[in-house]
Every structure is written in C-alpha cells, then in structure tokens.
C-alpha cells in the first residue's frame, strides 16, 4: 500500500467513525447520559463552590474510586488512581491539623529548605498532591472526550484549585503569615 492509499483509508475509516459518534450522539442513551451529567456537573460546582476543602477532597477520592471500579482498564490507569487516592488520604490527614498551630508545627519544620516552600508556605504533601491532581486532570483534559466530560473535568480543576488556595490561606493564618504573602 503505497502512502496515498494509506491516507486513504485512513480517511475513511475516520468518515466512519465520526458518523457513528454523531448518530450516538442524537440518541435517547445520549440524552439521558447528558440529563445525568448536567446532575454530576451541577453537584461538582456545588462541592467546589463549597469552600471547604475536605469536601472538594471527599469528592474527588469518590470519583477516584468509582473510575478505579468501573473505568481503570489498564495498569497506567490503575496505577495513576491508585497514586491519586493515596495523595487525597495524605492530604485529608493535613487538613485534619493544618489550623491547630502545635500539631501542625513540625510539617512546617520538616518542610524548611526554600526548595519546600513557596510564598514562605511548606510545599507539604497536600500542596503537593493538589498541583499533581490538577496536572492529572489537565492530562484527562487533553483526551479525546466529549463536551460534557469535558465540562466535568473543568469543574474538578476549579474545585482542586480553590481547595488548594483554601489550604494555603488555612496554612498562613496557623503560621501567622499575612494573606498577601500567602495567596
């Protein structure tokens, strides 16, 4: 097959399916699908909108779980959620001590070296686990998806930014920074 015939076909085979994605997608299955992802798109506002971090991290350990149960389908993906949760129940562990000064004092001192702070703020485990998860989700982004989960993912990384911006404020008040050299 010489390469104008390999383009060819390639053409063809992509005709294809992109006609059965739009007859898929006019559907009464799609519908419904889209009526049950407007309900998750809503709650994920919602949640994110909450300002309350522990929350945003509940929720998205739920998602991670459900995926791990119904989608994971190779060992990267397996292995991406498992990493995902085991950062959340990391971070759930901070933001149970991040507002009591004495608990959460040796975190800050663990974290002195300048390359584990940022804005005078300890680059902790959950600073850490909410910039890796939005590098997650920005991947999950760059997939080929529809609209609607599309939309999804955008309300999770909205939800993920405004908890980690909610944990580094908790952070400078506990360590009696002022919000402008935290924020």
């Known amino acids: 097959m010489n390469d ?3 383009l060819s076909r ?7 399916e ?25 709650y994920l506002k919602e949640v994110g909108e909450s300002n309350r971090p522990e929350q945003i991290v509940a929720a998205e ?10 989608y ?19 971070t759930e562990k901070l933001l149970a001590i991040v507002d009591d000064p004495v608990k959460y004092r040796p ?10 702070r940022e804005k005078g703020l300890p680059l902790d485990e ?3 686990a909410f910039k890796s998860h939005t590098a997650r989700l920005n991947n999950l982004d760059k997939a ?3 609209d609607n989960e599309k939309k999804i993912i955008d309300a999770r990384k909205r939800a993920v930014s405004n908890a980690a911006r909610l944990y580094a404020l908790r952070q400078a008040k506990t360590l009696g920074l002022a919000p402008a050299e935290s924020a």
């Open 10 to 16: 390639l053409q063809r085979i992509l005709t294809v």
């Open 18 to 42: 992109n006609g059965l994605h739009k007859e898929q997608a006019n559907s009464r299955l799609a519908w419904r699908l889209d009526d049950a992802s407007g309900d998750f798109l809503g």
């Open 61 to 70: 350990k739920a998602i991670l779980e459900n995926e791990l149960v119904e």
């Open 4 to 6: 104008a015939q390999v």
């Open 126 to 128: 959950a600073r850490q």
């Open 144 to 146: 080929r998806l529809p």
């Open 107 to 116: 975190v800050d001192q663990s974290h002195s070296l300048p390359r584990n």
């Open 72 to 90: 994971a389908n190779s060992k990267g993906m397996v292995s991406s959620l498992n990493a995902a949760l085991a950062e959340l129940t990391a």
